[in-house]
């Protein structure tokens, strides 16, 4: 109970106090004491979770089970070390004049309410209330894309707020249609989008209602996730905002938009075979992996590059998701984790890097490993982990959703991607096109993505930029998140795991 | 159907034709404070069609719905979006992606289709609104449709606004309207949308001394 009001009104007090607060050193500690209490009161509640199975609190307003507790999991570790990160980031921005000491305080506000924003997204029962704070989420970020106020930040901003809108919009007709559907059951109350009401009662809702409603919340929400060829905002976006929204957007947003899509997934599923969303989520699964992979091969800006890799990541969870299963559905649960620890860094990399060589583009940026030798040794992990080499922990999860692929057991008369790939061909071998596939474009990626990161860690700096780097804050959290890859490559912790396989029994449903 | 009912059931139809009208007009529309006039005309009919329903029914909570819709929809958004106009150095859109007749034509077929889609789940509907959810999805689609089709940054926002009416149209006439805290939730990121575009049309106008979205071209492949 405590915890959960610390974790929603948290980031609300912390985005008002820095309104009024104007010294750089005191909003930083509110900030970072802020999160610290969110980590902490996120302990208690998975503890509670663990024990409990799901919690509802707040006149069933708030309910928390074990995958809306994992992604809590998620939003606040990225979170904490985000916040250490903003320390010497923002101060370095203001230093450098690049925003006014005043505007320190807006970027805190913004921040704590796309905090907030995120964090009532997961615990709403309601799934309108999800929306409504899906929607405030864009509404949040659009000035932090925008924030340093160039004509491409504005640009970036502007599309993003227009095309997210949009998306949402359809997804909130996705709503509507499953309130029509539910309120038949449920009689005129006001609960008859909540969670725990519907549970009971999904397989009873009309499938001709939940397949359309499913089509609009898919599209509505893959826009916010970065499906393919909802995409065209996230590069954009990434590039512009400034490193820690950047790492928040990729690690954490799309993290929570992916929830939504599972939260109906995991309704729909009830009423209709698992076939009809785990293939409408294989396709565009497999398709945001394949464009992302060819247009990683174009980029010749690190950050751009960073967001193709999140759009491919996003695209890997769908395929496990898309395939299900306790092994798909757990290998595209444990993927988000690793890609938002991995992206995070890469993010936090990208901004030191901007912040030492002063440009975007990738010719622009040699000799990393010797001006700056930390930031060399995190764009290495952060590459080898995006690749998915081991022995990082996305290495782990990828193998994960390509053997749940191969082992995928096809049945052969309903609609699904394997048919496009071949035709008249069994089963077997329908899975194992997919995962040559798959393959393949992972071989395509893994060359053009370690291509790019080598030619900026390797060779002698540009004449000059300064030599050496000493530690600060943000160093701190590169550090941890290096730790966290190595460590979760080899041993999942015992609470996380059994989150983890609770979160897997939400979604799958026998 | 008693004799009540039907004529209840054509009063809906009718406010819902009357939104759907307003759609092909804000099409058609090349000025824009006639956008944003026709898009206050549109939301009022929204409210008159939500009132009818909240009396046929007896769902009190409607009429809260009719009633901010007219605060937010008929009297703020539109002031909002005058007030940026009158500060714009433009009042007409010249280029546009799509020209008004083939807009029309495909704004025809939009409709079509929406009542295609809609067909297998209409018969679940009330007797009272059933066929406003095929209009309410026709008038989504068509204000995605002007999004894509219109270049300023005013117009795209007037799409946006159009394809919320439509939802809350489809709300109301699907299942007399959400539960009302969804409903204020709503209201509330749509006002918060107006302000933002607001607020981004005067930095536009500054940086790029137009809101023509043509001009955002810097950033792609």
């Not at chain 1, 938009?257 to 293939?279: C, H, I, M, W």
């Not at chain 1, 800006?301 to 759009?311: C, D, E, G, H, T």
């Not at chain 2, 007409?92 to 704004?107: F, T």
């Not at chain 2, 959810?133 to 606004?161: C, D, H, N, S, W």
Request: aromatic share 10%.
């Amino acid at each position: 109970m405590w915890s959960v009001i610390v974790l929603l009104t948290g980031p609300v007090l912390a985005g008002l106090l820095s309104l009024v607060i104007h010294r750089a050193r005191v909003l930083h500690v509110v900030n970072f004491s802020t999160m610290l209490a969110l980590a902490v009161a996120e302990t208690a509640l998975t503890r509670q979770v663990l024990a409990e199975g799901s919690v509802t609190t707040l006149g069933g307003f708030v309910y928390v089970d074990a995958l809306s507790d994992f992604i809590l999991v998620i939003i606040t570790a990225i979170g904490l070390s985000c916040s250490l990160y903003m320390w010497s980031y923002m101060d370095d921005r203001v230093a450098r004049g690049v925003i006014a000491p005043k505007r320190l305080g807006h970027f805190f506000f913004l921040f704590h309410m796309f905090l907030f924003a995120m964090v009532a997204a997961t615990m709403a029962n309601s799934l309108g209330v999800q929306w409504v704070a899906l929607e405030g989420t864009t509404l949040a970020t659009t000035f932090l894309i925008a924030f340093f106020r160039r004509r491409e930040s504005l640009e970036a901003g502007w599309k993003y707020l227009i095309l997210c809108s949009v998306g949402i919009a359809l997804a909130l007709f996705g709503v509507v249609l499953t309130y029509y559907s539910s309120v038949r059951v449920l009689g005129d109350a006001s609960s008859a989008l909540n969670m725990t009401a519907l549970i009971g009662v999904a397989n009873q809702l009309d499938p001709n209602v939940l397949k359309l409603a499913f089509i609009f919340m898919l599209v509505g929400y893959g826009t916010k996730v970065g499906l393919v060829p909802m995409h065209t905002w996230l590069p954009d976006a990434y590039s512009e905002a400034p490193a820690p929204i950047a790492a928040m957007l990729a690690g954490v947003l799309e993290t929570v938009a992916v929830y939504t899509v599972l939260r109906s997934k995991a309704l729909v599923d009830q009423a209709l075979p698992p076939e009809f969303t785990g293939n409408l989520l294989l396709t565009f699964g497999l398709l945001s992996f394949i464009v992302a992979s060819l247009f990683i091969l174009i980029q010749h800006n690190y950050k751009r590059l960073f967001a193709y890799s999140s759009i491919e990541h996003m695209g890997l969870a769908m395929i496990g998701f898309g395939v299900g299963g306790m092994i798909g559905t757990f290998g595209g649960l444990f993927h988000l984790l690793n890609h938002a620890v991995a992206k995070a860094l890469a993010f936090f990399v990208a901004g030191n890097i901007h912040r030492r060589f002063d440009t975007l583009e990738i010719d622009g940026v040699r000799g990393l490993a010797r001006a700056q030798p930390i930031t060399a040794v995190a764009i290495l992990v952060a590459g080898c982990a995006l690749v998915g080499l081991p022995p990082f922990s996305p290495f782990v999860s990828e193998l994960l959703i390509v053997s749940a692929v191969a082992a995928q057991d096809f049945s052969s008369d309903t609609m699904h991607v394997g048919r496009f790939v071949t035709m008249t061909i069994s089963d077997e071998m329908r899975s194992l096109g997919i995962v040559a596939l798959f393959l393949f474009f992972a071989v395509v990626l893994f060359g053009g993505f370690m291509f790019r990161v080598g030619a900026m860690v390797w060779g002698t700096p540009p004449a000059g930029i300064a030599q050496g780097e000493s530690w600060t804050a943000g160093h701190v959290s590169l550090m941890i998140m290096i730790v966290a890859l190595l460590g979760l490559g080899f041993v999942l912790p015992e609470p996380i795991q059994m989150l983890l396989t609770r979160a897997v029994n939400v979604i799958v449903v026998r | 159907m008693s004799a009540s009912t039907q004529l209840g059931s054509q009063l809906v139809d009718l406010c819902s034709v009357l939104l759907l009208l307003c759609c092909f007009a804000i099409v058609a529309q090349r000025r824009l404070s006639a956008c944003v006039d026709l898009f206050a005309l549109q939301s009022a009919f929204l409210a008159a069609t939500a009132a009818l329903v909240a009396f046929l029914t007896g769902h009190k909570h409607i009429y809260f719905a009719a009633a901010l819709t007219i605060v937010i929809k008929v009297i703020v958004l539109p002031r909002i979006l005058r007030k940026v106009i009158e500060r714009l150095n433009v009042s007409r859109e010249l280029g546009m992606n799509i020209n008004i007749p083939a807009g029309l034509l495909i704004c025809g077929a939009l409709v079509i289709v929406a009542f295609f889609i809609t067909q297998p789940i209409i018969p679940l509907g009330y007797l009272l609104t059933r066929d406003s959810l095929a209009i309410a999805l026709a008038i989504i689609l068509i204000g995605f449709f002007t999004m894509i089709a219109r270049q300023k940054a005013i117009t795209q926002m007037v799409g946006f606004l159009v394809m919320e009416n439509g939802v809350f149209l489809g709300a109301t006439a699907a299942a007399y309207g959400m539960p009302l805290i969804v409903e204020l939730g709503v209201f509330f990121d749509v006002l918060v949308a107006g302000l933002i575009v607001g607020i981004y049309t005067h930095r536009l106008q500054d940086t790029f001394d137009s809101v023509d979205t043509s001009t955002l071209t810097v950033l792609k492949e």
